[in-house]
């Protein structure tokens, strides 16, 4: 059974960090690209970060260029999020997923920030 069990998330005030992390079970994590997502009521799906199964390459969406960070740790099957210099337009529950093939959603992590 493919477990992804997000968490970081919290309520932070604009320019703030945080650090989202997703631990996985139940695939071989080392082979899989990975992505994170965030979504907003009345929004579509946004992917924001996607890494590559070795480490070796990410891709940001233009909205979080510059300020966030995907990577990742094979031996603990686990992929980071860091987030800095947060926006209120950052707001949203953030998804860890296979980034091609995604397996079942989690319950993701609540984001939110405001002043």
């Known amino acids: 059974q493919v477990q992804l069990v997000e968490s970081g998330g919290g309520l932070v005030q604009p320019g703030e960090s945080l650090r989202l992390s997703c631990e996985t079970s139940?695939?071989?994590?080392?082979?899989?690209?990975m992505s994170w997502s965030r979504q907003t009521p009345g929004k579509e799906r946004e992917v924001v970060a996607v890494?590559?199964?070795?480490?070796?390459?990410?891709q940001l969406a233009d909205s979080v260029k510059g300020r966030f960070a995907i990577s990742r740790d094979n031996a603990k099957n686990t992929v980071y999020l860091q987030m800095n210099s947060l926006k209120p337009e950052d707001t949203a529950v953030y998804y860890c997923n296979a980034a091609w093939s995604p397996f079942s959603w989690g319950q993701g992590t609540q984001v939110t920030v405001s002043s």
């Open positions: 890494i590559t199964s070795a480490g070796s390459t990410s």
């Open positions: 139940g695939f071989t994590f080392r082979s899989y690209d």
